[in-house]
């Protein structure tokens, strides 16, 4: 479905964006691992070659990592430039970045103005930063393709009784930032729909990370079938997003949370 696109994954090394690197070279694509973190890069490189080497043709030319910082435009003009000689051309972005502040995570009334803004700068404001810098390589390319990775939050509040019982809370710097990346995927749309590139988004449900038996089963009570997702389940939406069946679907969020939002 994705033959030879050449696809950038902010994040790529992590939970989620290795298994969209994954996803991206079983379907023929090539997965540039954009992250930070090049020791725990290549670990993922190694494993995904390990595992598709007898199922992808030259697997060596399909996955490579770059070091990129989605809050330093050196650093994106830069990783730009670098796969652009590579391959003559970027077929698409994955916002999927997901940076934290030093103090990302305290309850509502423990956070200062400072500690908010800083995770919103962080997130929103790189999500802006990497996204101006690509488009602007989109428009003279003639073409282009964005998917920000959302969440359930951007489209509601939290499920507060999910944590009830437990010390997990949801902070409110993560609800604001992914309503924030839906309506910066839709003014993005809007405005390039002229331009052939297209800006949609995808908002995951909760994702498998070792929380405690009585969230998983609160949170469960809510879903049908699953409950908490593995990020495996996201990879359908998302090569779908990147491939030509959607050349049509455009500022979009494609929700995928075994129904708990509803």
Not at 47 to 69: C, G, H, R, W
Not at 213 to 242: H, N, P, V
Request: one cysteine or more; proline letters at 2%; glycine letters at 8%.
């Amino acid at each position: 479905m994705l033959k030879n696109k050449v696809i950038v994954i902010t994040g790529g090394a992590g939970r989620i964006g290795s298994e969209f690197a994954k996803s991206i070279v079983e379907n023929n694509g090539i997965a540039v691992i954009a992250d930070i973190n090049e020791e725990f890069a290549n670990k993922i490189i190694a494993q995904i070659t390990d595992i598709l080497k007898d199922k992808v043709e030259n697997i060596s030319s399909k996955i490579f990592f770059i070091n990129l910082d989605i809050s330093s435009k050196e650093s994106i003009l830069k990783a730009i430039n670098f796969i652009n000689k590579k391959y003559g051309r970027i077929d698409a972005l994955v916002n999927n970045a997901y940076p934290k502040s030093k103090n990302y995570g305290k309850k509502f009334f423990d956070i200062e103005m400072e500690d908010f803004n800083e995770f919103i700068n962080l997130h929103l404001g790189g999500y802006f930063n990497i996204s101006q810098q690509f488009i602007k390589y989109f428009l003279e390319q003639k073409h282009g393709n964005i998917v920000n990775i959302s969440s359930i939050q951007g489209i509601s509040a939290p499920a507060f009784e999910t944590y009830e019982g437990t010390s997990m809370h949801s902070p409110i710097e993560y609800t604001v930032v992914k309503h924030g990346l839906i309506g910066m995927t839709k003014y993005m749309a809007k405005m390039l729909k002229k331009d052939g590139i297209r800006v949609n988004a995808i908002s995951p449900g909760g994702i498998l990370d070792n929380q405690p038996e009585i969230f998983l089963k609160q949170y469960k009570k809510r879903c049908g079938i699953k409950g908490m997702l593995d990020a495996k389940d996201l990879t359908g939406a998302l090569i779908y997003l990147l491939s030509d069946s959607s050349k049509y679907v455009n500022g979009q969020n494609i929700i995928v949370d075994d129904g708990f939002s509803l």
